[in-house]
């Protein structure tokens, strides 16, 4: 038996090794897309991504371990769900103004259009004052110079005749304009009664919902305000992100445990806590990653008690989720920022919000380069007068998605 042909040759050895090689680095780069394809379809479970926080907090801080001394309620009055009884009757009454006997609904949708043509005026009537300044003289001057011509017996005048023309029409414009200082006035005064009571509709839900959440813990209350009054203050001396970072892991500590119980009422106060705790990661320690992680594993998963129909509070749903909004954007996170937008469509309590999240949609994806997807959402908002201002951006869309392909 010739055992010679049956060896390997060193040339065969290296082609083969270096065939691994290749098939290896080929399954790496399949297995790392497969990862990204999968975390961006299948996010973290949300005690993963607290872990993942609660780790880089101990990494990062001055201490390791984030437990203070804090005055907790009862596990049965963290397990305890208050009778919703008062917040469906509340819900019934539908508040209206003092001034208006409107709903809050129907006066900021007044507000904002009011507003809008009152500003264009505040702007367009001072220009057609100062534009009828300069025009004026000059329309004189060409009527003038005009007569001369014809009186000279100039056959040729349509070139001046129609500048002329296109002058006076153009001033009688402006004139039109700045004559209407009245419309604009009235504007302004139908302004004020709209205006007092959005007011007036926003301090009584701030006071409404505060001592709610603090009511029979009075305990609870001095120490939440005295962890927030401290946490800011130290984070405001800080002179290294050890010690924010140590003030973000007691907030989130206690928002952790306040969250864990099923009462919504502390669920909202440890949810304020842990919001408080991205915007110090956002804010102070400019670390865009960890405030989103924050909103990811303590804010969604309880995004549940933001149940207030009040369009002003901060436990309105539309509310918490734009603000939710805001961190992904601010750290250029695509997919989390249409993912906090998905949310928001599915569950919006209003149209108007349902609109705000498509439009939202549409501007994330405009930005990371999908039109298709942009105008898709744009498409789709139902109250075309109170998003004009965007669903003017259709157009261009088209025009650019058409000369893509």
């Known amino acids: 038996m010739n055992m010679k042909a049956n060896t390997p040759t060193k040339r065969g050895l290296e082609l083969r090794g270096k065939r691994l090689k290749v098939t290896g680095a080929v399954l790496l780069v399949v297995v790392g897309v497969g990862g990204l394809w999968h975390y961006w379809t299948h996010p973290l479970r949300p005690w993963m991504v607290r872990w993942q926080v609660s780790h880089y ?9 984030f437990a203070i001394p804090f005055p907790f309620p009862s596990k049965a009055e963290l397990a305890k769900a208050p009778p919703k009884v008062k917040a469906k009757a509340k819900e019934a009454a539908a508040p209206k103004g003092k001034r208006t006997h409107k709903d809050f609904d129907t006066l900021a949708k007044e507000y904002i259009e009011l507003k809008i043509a009152t500003l264009a005026l505040e702007r367009e009537i001072p220009e057609s ?26 056959t040729n005048l349509t070139v001046r005749e129609a500048q002329v023309a296109s002058l006076r029409k153009r001033l009688e414009g402006f004139e039109k304009t700045a004559a209407s200082r009245p419309a604009l006035q009235a504007k302004q005064e139908a302004l004020e009664p709209i205006a007092g009571d959005l007011w007036d509709f926003q301090r009584a839900w701030a006071a409404e919902w505060q ?24 984070i405001r001396q800080a002179t290294s992100y050890e010690v924010i970072y140590k003030h973000i892991g007691q907030h989130l500590w206690v928002a952790e445990r306040l969250l864990n119980g099923a009462n919504p009422q502390y669920q909202r106060l440890g949810l304020s806590l842990a919001l408080e705790a991205s915007h110090y990661a956002m804010d102070e320690a400019q670390n865009g990653w960890l405030a989103a992680r924050i909103v990811e594993g303590y804010v969604w ?5 933001a149940n207030d129909l009040n369009r002003r509070s901060p436990f309105n749903l539309e509310n918490l989720l734009n603000e939710c909004g805001n961190i992904f954007r601010g750290n250029d996170e695509f997919e989390s ?5 998905q949310i928001l469509l599915a569950s919006a309590s209003s149209p108007q919000g349902a609109d705000q999240a498509r439009v939202q949609l549409s501007m994330a994806y405009e930005q990371n ?20 201002w965007v669903l003017r951006r259709i157009p261009r869309l088209e025009q650019q998605l058409k000369l893509a392909r």
């Open 211 to 234: 001592p709610v959440e603090m009511a029979g813990n009075e305990a609870l209350a001095k120490a939440l305000a005295q962890l927030a009054a401290d946490a800011r203050l130290k």
């Open 129 to 154: 004052e100062k534009a009828i300044e300069i025009w004026k003289p000059r329309l004189e001057r060409f009527t003038t110079e005009l007569a001369k011509t014809k009186a000279a017996g100039a």
């Open 301 to 305: 998963p309880h995004r549940a008690v």
């Open 369 to 388: 380069g999908d039109l298709k997807e942009a105008l898709h959402y744009l498409r789709q908002v139902k109250d075309t007068n109170s998003f004009s």
């Open 337 to 341: 920022t249409v993912r906090n937008y």
């Open 57 to 65: 907090l101990q990494q990062h801080s001055i201490i390791g371990d």
